[in-house]
């Protein structure tokens, strides 16, 4: 005789009455499997409570973490590509990239912003993935630009964080001019001995990798990011050869010396802080405030 026996057959629950578990309430570690619910997943900045396995974000969630109260001034936030090459593969790419902008709420694959992270002012420019693979084309490239060059003119510091498949077909040759023109506008920012820290996340690949995001004074990386040029598969077949465990990880790359360090998304904000303090005292933070008073007045 089992225990449970049911008295009336035939229940039918009504569609209307039916209870749902609404989409979104849970997040499963891709790593360990864990379940959690979203609310305890983003309280940990969208890290597994478990293995503290570091989901992607974008630009909004690094600007929340970084930017004291969650304040800064977004700079070029209307700027969006053309089309130079009539560019066509399963759709144009004008209407690839309104159908992009309405899904993801950007203008572009990187938003640029100021204001102050512990009390310093800087500068960040962050790459979202979602907007086209983190595809660097044109624009990306002249954001970069201008950020740098407003770090130049306000003596701050400028931090780049990198999530990218690469250069943007769509774009060709604009987009692999965006390498060089970065390039030289970080050597400009060296000249003036101000720092540059570039954050690799996961993934940062292609002519991303190849350019701007191995060029900073600091090269950081949070844990398990995948960091590389070409992809595991396309070097496997180049060189013949298999390929080491955990090969393009960012432990990989730094235990190879490619990076300075690694570090967890929780402690980002004090670690840049601890950072700043040492590179930029604050007699010489004073003195390039001064300065820039100076340059505005006389403006």
Request: aromatic letters at 8%; charged letters at 30%.
């Amino acid at each position: 005789m089992p225990w449970f026996k049911r008295v009336e057959k035939g229940i039918i629950t009504p569609t209307e009455e039916k209870k749902e578990t609404p989409d979104g309430l849970w997040f499963k570690c891709p790593d360990c499997k864990t379940v959690t619910s979203m609310t305890e997943h983003r309280k940990n900045l969208k890290t597994c409570v478990k293995c503290n396995y570091h989901d992607r974000v974008g630009s909004k969630e690094y600007f929340a973490i970084l930017f004291d109260d969650n304040k800064f001034t977004e700079m070029d936030e209307d700027m969006t590509s053309g089309d130079p090459l009539n560019f066509v593969d399963s759709k144009p790419y004008p209407q690839r990239t309104a159908e992009t902008q309405r899904k993801t709420g950007l203008k572009d694959a990187v938003r640029t912003a100021y204001g102050k992270s512990g009390g310093r002012d800087i500068t960040i420019a962050c790459m979202d993935f979602a907007y086209i693979g983190g595809s660097m084309g044109s624009v990306v490239g002249e954001k970069i630009a201008r950020a740098i060059d407003h770090a130049r003119k306000t003596r701050t510091p400028f931090m780049m964080i990198s999530k990218s498949g690469g250069a943007r077909m769509m774009e060709a040759g604009f987009s692999l001019m965006q390498m060089a023109k970065t390039s030289a506008k970080l050597a400009l920012l060296s000249e003036e001995k101000l720092p540059y820290i570039s954050m690799l996340t996961d993934p940062t690949t292609g002519g991303v990798t190849a350019s701007y995001a191995m060029l900073g004074d600091f090269n950081i990386a949070e844990p398990g990011a995948l960091i590389g040029f070409a992809g595991p598969r396309v070097i496997k077949e180049t060189i013949g050869k298999d390929l080491p465990k955990g090969f393009q990880s960012a432990e990989f790359v730094l235990e190879h010396g490619f990076l300075d360090f690694i570090v967890d998304r929780k402690e980002l904000k004090q670690r840049l802080v601890d950072l700043l303090g040492m590179i930029m005292p604050a007699t010489e933070e004073k003195n390039g405030t001064a300065k820039t008073q100076k340059a505005a007045k006389s403006a």
